[in-house]
C-alpha cells in the first residue's frame, strides 16, 4: 500500500486537542514547533506517514479539531512614525482551520 506524508500546519491552541485525537485514532505524528511567515507568530507542525488508505481519516480529525479564527494586524503607518494623528485601521485575517499538504512516500526506512 503506498504511504502518504501530511505536513499539517495548525494553530498553537489547537495542539494538545488534536495531538490527543490523532494518538486515539490511532496516528503516529512528529510535532515540530514553527512560525508563520506572515504573521511571525508561533504555530505547530505535524508531520504523519500514513497509507493512503487512512488519509481521509486522518483529515477528518484534523477538521474536526482545527478551527478558524479571526486575528486582527495593526499595520504601522508611516505618518504614524514620523508623529501622525491617525492609526490605519486593523487588518482582518482568517487564519486555519489547518493547511494540510499531502505528499507521495517513495520510500520508508527505520535503520535499526
Ligand atoms: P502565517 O504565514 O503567519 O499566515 C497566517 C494567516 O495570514 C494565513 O492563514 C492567511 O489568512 C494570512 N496570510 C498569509 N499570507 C498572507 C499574505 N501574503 N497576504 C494576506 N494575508 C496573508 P492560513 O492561510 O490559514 O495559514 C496559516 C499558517 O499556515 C501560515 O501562517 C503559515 O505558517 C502556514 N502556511 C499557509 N500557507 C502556506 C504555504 N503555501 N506554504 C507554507 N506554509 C503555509
Redesign the pocket.
Same mark, same amino acid.
Do not use: C, D, H, Y
Given at each position: 500500500m503506498a504511504l502518504k506524508l501530511l505536513i499539517v %500546519?495548525i494553530q498553537r491552541r489547537d495542539l494538545e486537542d488534536l495531538s490527543r485525537a490523532l494518538a486515539e485514532a490511532g496516528f503516529n505524528f512528529t510535532h515540530v514547533a514553527? %512560525? $508563520? $511567515?506572515?504573521?511571525?507568530?508561533a #504555530?505547530d507542525t505535524l508531520l504523519l506517514a500514513v497509507e493512503e488508505g487512512d488519509v481521509e481519516k486522518a483529515l477528518e480529525v484534523i477538521r474536526t479539531h482545527c478551527h478558524a479564527r479571526t486575528?486582527y494586524l495593526s499595520p504601522v503607518s508611516p505618518l504614524l512614525e514620523t508623529g501622525g494623528l491617525f492609526p490605519p485601521a486593523p487588518v482582518e +485575517?482568517? +487564519? $486555519?482551520g489547518a #493547511?494540510v499538504f499531502i505528499l507521495p512516500i517513495e520510500e520508508w526506512r527505520r535503520l535499526a
Open positions: %500546519i514553527s %512560525i $508563520g $511567515g506572515f504573521l511571525m507568530e #504555530n486575528r +485575517v482568517q +487564519v $486555519g #493547511n
